[in-house]
């Protein structure tokens, strides 16, 4: 009589390993719940190291988004010659304001503008005594292009200058530019920052990873003795890096949402101090989501690395 | 079923283990390997498994060579071979149900017919009772049982052991001993490396002798010859 190994079908098979990774899935976390302190420290520098790119990155996101608001601020000035009537200040804003790199033109006669800034400065009685107001017309043009497009802006400014009417044209974008320049060096740091962290997390989990392997040496070499290929011993170590990723993302979102929330209020106080409505962004969902996949993906490949470094060499003897 | 021919084995640096090994056990065969400690028992099993490579000769096993097996197909191999070790060699943190299936799990069985097939071989070792209890609470007779039905759980066409009663005492390494003849005789091809001269010649079985390397011709050996073999 013949004993045959039974083999299973490749329906079963499919079925089979799909149930072997969600098996495996549970089995690397019971296993790091089985060491709670190890696991939870661990957990924990990596919760860290994400949190803090995590946490420059809202910071950043705020401050663009204040920047933002401020965007609207760039105007230019167009000063009229001395003289012109006011009809031909009327028909040149409907020019300009025909212009598809407009978005709107607001008009300040001489009159207006003499009126407002008797108002503004308390040199009314000064200013009674002129013979002829001094103040020519101005038009006050917002570009359609966001502060941001400087060479856009200038372009325009430039073209306005050109026009016959136009005595001088103003633009006022320098500190924005500047404050641009900043932010554009902050999030270079920021992304400096999170790369180097990225990397401790990966040598983090590539670490935890390797002395897992050296304490399972033991097991390793009798599951390859009964016939486990190098796929079914590698699963855990890399569902368990998988799973130090996560729980490391999760911890730093959680900590990120923390510290938001214990600044929201002295947030809000500040903006009221500005007659801003500005409200604190937070890890939105798909920040979060990214958050939590880019933590996953570290994890994997922190134990990806150490996993083809110390498994080959494990063979039994 | 097991084909050994003019094989030798040479670790770096030291003389050779074994030269010159021919050896041949057909389907359903079961045989004993016996020889004074460092003989190359231990050896020879381990060529059968692949886990280690012979230097010179050819291995053939259930008719595949494997003398020069791809690393990739050696897990393959060793699901047609239950090993069973001296030490037992279990996993000391899970039960002993988890234990015995794990072969079943590694070939990717099914829930139910891993439950169906780990209750058939725990009973066969008599450890049905015990099959959630952790490996270290068990006597050292018992271990090894747990060791035996995991290597037959799979149902393998080829059982080795080395030493399998080496730390048991004579009446629990008869019992052993019988559950190998019961599996021989469902026709499972077994080889069992071991030095209790006394217990293998009482059971009529081809005894083939390691001595320094060389393979001695099989003999029934009559238990008066045991005596001066084991020496």
């Known amino acids: ?317 | 079923m097991i084909l050994l021919q003019h094989v030798s084995k040479r670790y770096p640096g030291t003389q050779e283990v074994l030269g010159q090994v021919n050896l041949h056990l057909g389907r359903s065969e079961m045989a004993f390997l016996t020889g004074p400690s460092g003989a190359g028992k231990s050896t020879l099993l381990k060529l059968i498994a692949a886990i280690e490579r012979p230097s010179r000769g050819q291995i053939v096993i259930d008719g595949q060579n494997i003398t020069h097996l791809p690393r990739r197909r050696i897990p393959y191999l060793r699901r047609k071979i239950g090993i069973i070790f001296q030490d037992h060699h279990l996993l000391y943190d899970r039960t002993v149900f988890d234990n015995v299936t794990l072969p079943l799990v590694i070939a990717g069985f099914g829930h139910r017919e891993i439950r169906r097939r780990a209750r058939a071989a725990l009973d066969k070792v008599g450890l049905l009772k015990k099959e959630q209890a952790m490996p270290i609470t068990l006597s050292g007779g018992e271990q090894q049982r747990v060791g035996i039905a995991r290597a037959v759980i799979n149902r393998p066409p080829i059982l080795l052991a080395d030493e399998p009663t080496g730390n048991l005492d004579p009446e629990l390494s008869a019992e052993i001993m019988g559950l190998f003849e019961d599996f021989n005789r469902v026709g499972v091809t077994v080889l069992i490396a071991s030095h209790d001269i006394d217990l293998i010649t009482r059971l009529h079985r081809p005894i083939y002798r390691l001595a320094s390397g060389l393979l001695l011709a099989p003999s029934q050996i009559a238990p008066r010859q045991g005596a001066a073999l084991a020496r």
């Open chain 1, 1 to 317: 009589m013949r004993r045959r190994t039974q083999r299973p079908g490749v329906g079963d098979r499919i079925n089979a390993y799909l149930r072997e990774h969600v098996r495996i899935l549970a089995f690397s976390l019971g296993r790091l719940a089985r060491a709670p302190m190890a696991s939870l420290m661990t957990t924990a520098v990596i919760g860290i190291a994400l949190a803090l790119p995590a946490g420059l990155y809202v910071l950043l996101n705020n401050l663009q988004a204040v920047t933002g608001d401020w965007d609207g601020t760039v105007r230019i000035s167009l000063f009229l010659k001395p003289g012109s009537p006011v009809e031909a200040l009327r028909t040149l804003a409907k020019r300009v304001r025909a212009r598809d790199d407009v978005a709107q033109v607001q008009i300040i006669t001489a009159q207006q503008g003499l009126e407002e800034f008797k108002r503004s400065s308390g040199f009314d009685t000064a200013l009674e005594s002129l013979e002829e107001n001094p103040l020519p017309h101005v038009l006050v043009v917002s570009p359609s292009a966001s502060g941001r497009d400087s060479a856009r802006v200038e372009t325009l400014a430039r073209a306005l200058r050109q026009l016959p009417e136009v005595d001088l044209a103003q633009l006022d974008m320098e500190w924005l530019q500047r404050l641009y320049a900043l932010l554009e060096i902050a999030r270079r740091v920021v992304m400096g920052i999170a790369l180097m962290l990225a990397l401790a997390v990966l040598l983090i989990v590539g670490n935890t990873i390797r002395l897992d392997i050296q304490n399972r040496r033991a097991e390793i070499e009798v599951t390859k003795l009964i016939g486990a290929t190098n796929g079914f011993i590698r699963r855990p170590f890399l569902y368990g890096g998988v799973w130090y990723g996560l729980l490391g993302g999760i911890l730093a979102w959680l900590m990120v949402s923390g510290a938001l929330t214990l600044i929201e209020t002295p947030v809000e106080r500040l903006a009221g101090l500005y007659h801003s409505q500005y409200r604190l962004l937070g890890l939105g969902a798909s920040d979060s989501l990214t958050l939590f996949l880019l933590a996953t993906l570290l994890g994997l490949a922190g134990s990806w690395v150490a996993v083809g470094r110390h498994l080959r060499a494990i063979e039994p003897r």
